[in-house]
């Protein structure tokens, strides 16, 4: 069995045992391998309201609860406010594997019209059958009338969907890539191969047990960071990367599909069928802009001036760390920056660089 997650605080001592274990989830610029550093950093800081301003799949976020924080996950995209609805605002609820056993065996059967996925996404994503059990199980979750396991149940799902995706992402119609007979230099033939009836269940199961309560009441917002109300004394920023040739991280174009499938019923008309993978129509967002990113940095930092900020970002981007560090310092008296040397993201053969600014 895994030994129970621990904190490590300042000067490396590892203290008791932490309440629950967050799942093992995949997701671009997550911060789940770096958590322990980025919390050995901020371990003598004195704070109780926190807001996790780009949660994603709320690692940050998690491990604040778990350290009795009061918290706040906020992003921009449905299906990761799923999963801080299933992590950070749910203390109790649970999906009892009779619900779930009571959902495969009604997937199981076929019959009525094709869905939105078996219709459009033949041979992009997923095999036929896949699509089709897909469509099958989404309306078995769309059913479910109590909202938390609505949230466990996207949760459980959208993982299942990552793993069996080539680069764990949507960006590409690369299908033939799993189906190719070829030896790889990466990726998992295997995990991709796994059917949903078997891993939907085993993230159920990982998600019902990262659920614990601690005593305070979590909040979930999808808002843009610079216009949410609340107050917070310390706010965790980690932000979408833009590399230094600008070039940016678009989240909703990378998960689109996931978003699709929580809005089902739209999505045939929010599909952009000139992309060959189908990607959603683009919405602008000025923190996925390179000629935005660093005005949204500095309103974003106006916006907290109050709080203690919290930044990650890589050492190899748009803004740089020591333009951050210069307009952090225009507000917070004291600004000390960290670097995590030798952290390598998945599927990098290069070393990032990532940083943690902390302003008080
Ligand atoms: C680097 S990821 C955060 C990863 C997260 N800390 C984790 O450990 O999983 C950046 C997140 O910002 C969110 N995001 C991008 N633009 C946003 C916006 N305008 N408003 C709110 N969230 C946004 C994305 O959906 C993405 O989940």
């Known amino acids: 069995m895994k030994e129970k997650e621990r904190y490590i605080n300042s000067d490396g001592e590892r203290s008791e045992p932490l309440p629950g274990a967050f799942p093992a989830t995949r997701y671009q610029g997550s911060k789940r391998k770096l958590v322990d550093w980025i919390f050995s950093c901020i371990a003598d ?3 109780d309201r926190v807001l996790d301003a780009f949660s994603g799949t709320t690692a940050v976020a998690y491990r604040f609860k778990q350290l009795r924080k009061q918290v706040t996950a906020n992003d921009g995209l449905k ?3 799923q999963v801080a609805r299933a992590l950070i605002e749910n203390g109790t609820g649970t999906v009892s594997a009779k619900k779930v056993s009571r959902m495969l065996a009604l997937a199981e ?3 009525g019209p094709p869905g939105v996925i078996e219709q459009n996404f033949g041979g992009i994503y997923y095999l036929d059958q896949e699509n089709a059990w897909l469509d099958r199980i989404i309306s078995q979750i769309a059913r479910e009338k109590d909202e938390t ?7 459980a799902l959208g993982q299942s969907c990552l793993i069996k995706r080539p680069f764990n992402l949507f960006h590409r119609a690369n299908l033939s890539m799993r189906k190719k007979n070829v030896s790889r230099s990466f990726g998992n033939k295997k995990t991709w191969d796994r059917p949903f009836t078997e891993t939907f269940p085993r993230f159920v199961e990982e998600f019902n047990r990262a659920v614990f309560d601690n005593g305070q009441e979590n909040k979930v917002c999808g808002a843009d960071p610079r216009e949410l109300a609340g107050e917070f004394d310390l706010v965790y920023l ?6 230094k040739r600008g070039v940016s991280v678009d989240y ?7 978003e699709g499938m929580l809005d089902y019923r739209r999505w045939s008309d929010e599909i952009d069928y000139n992309s060959k993978h189908l990607r959603l129509m683009r919405h602008p967002n000025p923190w996925s802009d390179k ?3 660093t005005a949204c940095f500095e309103q974003v ?8 900020i919290v930044v990650s970002y890589r050492g190899d981007g748009i803004p740089a760390i020591a333009e951050l560090q210069k307009m952090l310092g225009r507000l917070k008296r004291k600004v000390v920056v960290y670097e995590a040397r030798d952290y390598r993201y998945a599927l990098s053969t290069r070393v990032a660089g990532e940083f943690l600014l902390v302003g008080q």
């Open 252 to 258: 909703r174009d990378f998960y689109h599909f996931l």
């Open 149 to 155: 396991m609505r949230a466990l149940l996207w949760s």
């Open 238 to 243: 980690d932000p979408p990367y833009t590399s």
């Open 291 to 293: 000629n935005q990113i």
């Open 79 to 81: 299906f990761n406010r």
């Open 45 to 47: 800081l004195d704070y």
């Open 109 to 111: 059967k076929n019959g």
């Open 301 to 308: 930092f106006e916006r907290y001036r109050d709080s203690i």
